[in-house]
């Protein structure tokens, strides 16, 4: 089974930058669509991007659209979030998390494994 550690979160102001990294173990990593969710306590998980397994499609919620870049690095077994441009509603828990399938969606019901997650904190 596939194991997830995300990492790269941190406190910043709006404005800057930050990436995000998910570290994969196990097997079949090109097997797999990965992507991006963000959660705060009390609320809804979110949809932030995906990406298949050999980019060929890549799919961003409209509130990241022209500020984050999903990405991946098979041979790392690593996916990345690069969040350009973060405001204070940028303020969650981010996860990775594996499809089994060669498509990317945004339903956090369909997807296998999941990270820990890292916090990003965005102050105005």
């Known amino acids: 089974q596939v194991q997830l550690v995300e990492s790269g979160g941190g406190s910043v102001q709006a404005g800057v930058s930050l990436r995000l990294s998910c570290v994969a173990s196990?097997?079949?990593?090109?097997?797999?669509?990965m992507s991006w969710f963000r959660q705060a306590p009390g609320e809804e998980r979110e949809f932030v991007a995906g990406?298949?397994?050999?980019?060929?499609?890549?799919l961003y919620a409209d509130a990241v659209k022209g500020r984050f870049t999903i990405s991946r690095d098979n041979a790392l077994q690593t996916v990345y979030l690069q969040m350009n441009n973060l405001k204070p509603e940028d303020t969650d828990v981010y996860s990775c998390?594996?499809?089994?399938?060669?498509?990317?969606?945004?339903?956090?019901?369909?997807?296998?494994?999941w990270g820990q997650g890292t916090q990003v904190t965005v102050s105005s």
């Open positions: 990406i298949t397994w050999n980019g060929g499609t890549i």
């Open positions: 196990g097997p079949s990593f090109i097997s797999y669509s």
């Open positions: 998390a594996t499809l089994y399938s060669a498509v990317v969606v945004a339903g956090g019901g369909d997807y296998d494994c």
